[in-house]
């Protein structure tokens, strides 16, 4: 079981930077691939970035490839989500999650097991 908890959202100018931070907490942490999703009004959750559990690999949706950058602290059972050149159009709530080992790449929502509450992120024009 693993349970999370999202904090650093809040309100941004276009081109400004945030950086978004999930803690968890929960034995399975250390094994588990880490995601990174967002949901904007009308619209469908969708993936952002995810990294595996000794950060080997990373994915990262081709909207933000180049100015999003996931990283996790194991250590501290965090995992972290930074966002740079910030377009009113990421403007969403960001929640993270957790995966429990498995086939196949992390990059749908099917693939984990834990969800946050999500954070808001807005960028204005």
């Known amino acids: 079981q693993v349970q999370l908890a999202e904090s650093g959202g809040g309100l941004v100018q276009a081109g400004g930077s945030l950086r978004l931070s999930c803690a968890a907490s929960?034995?399975?942490?250390?094994?588990?691939?880490m995601g990174w999703f967002r949901q904007a009004p009308g619209k469908e959750r969708e993936f952002v970035a995810a990294i595996t559990r000794n950060a080997g690999s990373t994915y990262y949706a081709d909207s933000m490839r180049g100015r999003f950058i996931i990283s996790r602290e194991n250590v501290k059972s965090a995992v972290y989500l930074q966002m740079n050149s910030l377009k009113p159009e990421d403007t969403a709530v960001y929640s993270c999650a957790a995966g429990r080992p498995r086939g196949g790449l992390p990059v749908t929502e099917s693939w984990y097991d834990f969800w946050g509450q999500g954070t808001q992120v807005t960028v204005s024009s």
């Open positions: 929960g034995s399975t942490f250390r094994t588990a691939t």
